[in-house]
């Protein structure tokens, strides 16, 4: 019993001095509750292995402070590792409370220096609130670091009123009620006729995109918004956007009067006359009523075929359609022509042998042929070039099925 005593004291002496060499904080601290298990290991080398651990703890936290103040922005790795440092510290009770507490200090307070030296509105805020929620922190910097939130605030408030940018409007007035949800007296540091006017700004502003680039019915929603904002809109871009969402409404109505299509039609002037007109232009809207009108005396046309059948093969001639003037052109020139075609050519403009057949695609090699299909080509060509972009000309593309 006694030599397995020895070996047991030799081997909690020797693993307690290989973690002094190895300057092994967890091994050290393995071996020190070891050895002192075994009442024969000598207590000075106990007590020695200790202050080494004091020292190599103390030299922890230093280093985890050291990198926090290289790299201590909020939710950083280094502020995670001091941090993580700080309770290890605190549980071995070992560590000098003075530098336990300076460690403190400088986790609530380093995520401050960061944000304030890179101007971050949004880290500021974080860095804030965190400093503030931490014993420790230096109430100076705290008011140092709010002073600086509410300039690079106003700043931002300033720019995007000076530009009129509203994506910079709308970051600094969320800023703003980011503050507001947070800490009331400090987000009543900032102007507040300067907030109105920003507000004033931006609405001003994405009333005036909205107009430039939005459809009916976002533009719609974006007028109503404005109006319902409370915000002072500017009066002309207000006005211009009103000219506008009349402008597409009476468009889209005049779109559903050209196809003549009953049910979508009779729906949006019924729509539009339950919003008193809305903003469709009152002729539009009393012609469109009268297209309804006519509309419903018109026979209705052949009922779609039911789902899996095929199509029915009688069609109602519509009433409205002129037959004679729609398709007499066609009728007057093909009178008199009982013959089929016995050629046919197509002319493919950029291809190196642009005369085709029309059957084979193959090239045209004639001369005569391709002397004659360039002349006719060319007569009418100079026959369309004198109604080009009239609706005479565009009346003859319809013919023509284009």
């Keep these: 019993a006694t030599v397995i005593r020895e070996a047991k004291v030799l081997l909690a002496t020797q693993s307690l001095r290989a973690a002094m060499e190895?300057?092994?904080v967890a091994g050290l601290r393995t071996a020190i509750t070891v050895a002192e298990g075994e009442a024969e290991v000598d207590r000075a080398i106990i007590k020695e292995a200790k202050a080494l651990l004091v020292e190599l703890s103390t030299?922890?936290?230093?280093e985890a402070m050291d990198r926090a103040r290289k790299g201590g922005a909020p939710?950083?790795?280094?502020?995670?590792?001091?941090?993580?440092?700080?309770?290890?510290?605190?549980a071995e009770g070992m560590v000098d409370a003075?530098?336990?507490?300076?460690?403190?200090?400088l986790l609530a307070t380093q995520p401050l220096h960061t944000a304030m030296e890179q101007r971050d509105v949004a880290g500021l805020r974080t860095a804030i609130a965190g400093a503030e929620g931490q014993m420790g922190a230096a109430g100076a910097m705290i008011e140092e670091a709010k002073v600086m939130l509410v300039v690079l605030t106003t700043e931002g408030l300033e720019s995007g009123i000076a530009q009129r940018s509203v994506a910079m409007l709308q970051s600094a007035i969320d800023s703003v009620e980011a503050i507001e949800g947070v800490d009331q007296t400090l987000a009543e540091r900032i102007d507040s006729s300067l907030l109105a006017e920003a507000r004033a700004c931006l609405a001003t502003n994405s009333l005036r995109a909205a107009t430039k680039w939005y459809p009916l019915h976002d533009l719609g929603l974006a007028v109503a918004a404005a109006e319902a904002s409370g915000q002072a809109v500017d009066g002309a871009v207000l006005a211009e956007a009103r000219t506008r969402l009349?402008?597409?409404?009476?468009?889209e109505l005049a779109t559903l009067m050209y196809r003549r299509q009953l049910e979508p039609l009779a729906a949006a002037?019924?729509?539009l006359e339950a919003e008193s007109g809305g903003a469709v232009e009152a002729a539009v809207l009393a012609e469109a009523r009268t297209l309804v009108a006519v509309l419903k005396t018109e026979p209705r046309g052949a009922e779609p075929a039911p789902a899996g059948t095929h199509p029915m093969d009688t069609l109602t001639e519509p009433a409205h359609i002129d037959t004679a003037a729609a398709v007499g052109p066609f009728v007057m020139q093909c009178k008199g022509k009982g013959n089929e075609a016995q050629n046919g050519y197509e002319f493919w403009g950029g291809d190196d042998q642009p005369w085709r057949k029309s059957v084979d695609k193959s090239?045209?090699?004639a001369p005569a042929v391709i002397a004659s299909e360039t002349q006719h080509k060319e007569e009418a060509e100079a026959d369309d070039k004198a109604t080009a972009e009239t609706p005479d000309h565009a009346a003859k593309l319809r013919r023509c099925g284009v």
């Design 59 to 62: 030299k922890m936290l230093e």
């Design 246 to 251: 009349t402008q597409l409404a009476t468009d």
């Design 269 to 271: 002037v019924a729509e």
């Design 363 to 365: 090239p045209v090699t």
């Design 75 to 90: 939710g950083g790795s280094s502020l995670s590792a001091l941090k993580s440092a700080i309770a290890t510290a605190e």
């Design 98 to 105: 003075t530098v336990i507490q300076e460690a403190k200090v």
């Design 22 to 24: 190895r300057r092994d």
